[in-house]
Every structure is written in C-alpha cells, then in structure tokens.
C-alpha cells in the first residue's frame, strides 16, 4: 500500500486531490496486492430522481425532461456512457424517483417515491416518509 500511495503522491496533481478516489486507489492496492490494479468488471450507476423543488424555478429542465434523459442513457447517447466506453464500464441505470413510471427492462425500478417533496416549502423526505401514491407525487 505504501508503493500505490507513494504512486498517487507522484502524480501530476496536488496531493489529496482526488479525495476518496485516492484513498479508494490504495485500498484496492491493499486488497490485491498490486500498486497499479486493473479493474476488469467496471460498473456506471447512474441513478435517476426528481426533486420537488424543481417548482421554484431553481432547474433548467422540468421534471417531464427525466423520463427523456432516463432513456438516452438506456440508447447509449449520454456523456456518461461515452466516458463509460472509453474506460470500458457497462452503464446500470437506476430509477430511485422519477416523477413518472418508466418502464424499460434496462432500468432497474428502485423508486421510493414520484419524486420527492419541494424542500422550499418543507421536508423534502424524512425517515418517517413513505411513497406516495402516484395521484400525488412526492412524500407524505
């Protein structure tokens, strides 16, 4: 490990700049034995969610848009997926609160809600939430 953290030490950038990343770099150096590892099953979640306080104007696209974006990850037209081809990652889409049904076999359904509360107005989720029905989006 200490080989994999003098590595990151020498690289052009300041130390400490990768955060975690480096942090995670030397731990899989740890695990594996290996200063410089090759990581050969790479994996993109990309996870997919509306947010209430869409309302107040503060996005520059509606909740409609997400359905849209959800499904041009699944097409491979994303930047996402470009920077996942060119590392070699498959790309796994997660749908954790889009603010409409989607239903493709390529997006994983992990939604908790239709989106979430408008945190402007109040708790925009808190422990005690549960999904709402889809008459009325967001937590109760």
Sequence with gaps: MQTAR????????PRGSL??????????AGITGQAR???????VITMAGDHGVVAEGVSAYPSEVTPQMVM??????AAINVLARHVGARVV???MGVASEIEHPAVVNKKIALG????????????????S???RPGFR
């Design 6 to 13: 003098a590595r990151q030490d020498d690289l052009t950038k």
């Design 93 to 95: 889409i997660v749908d």
């Design 72 to 77: 041009n990850f699944v097409s491979g037209g």
């Design 37 to 43: 590892q090759k990581i050969e099953h790479k994996v």
């Design 133 to 135: 029905s889809p008459s």
């Design 116 to 131: 979430t509360n408008n945190i402007a107005q109040g708790p925009a989720m808190c422990p005690t939430s549960r999904p």
């Design 19 to 28: 955060g975690q990343l480096e942090s995670l770099s030397v731990q899989i």
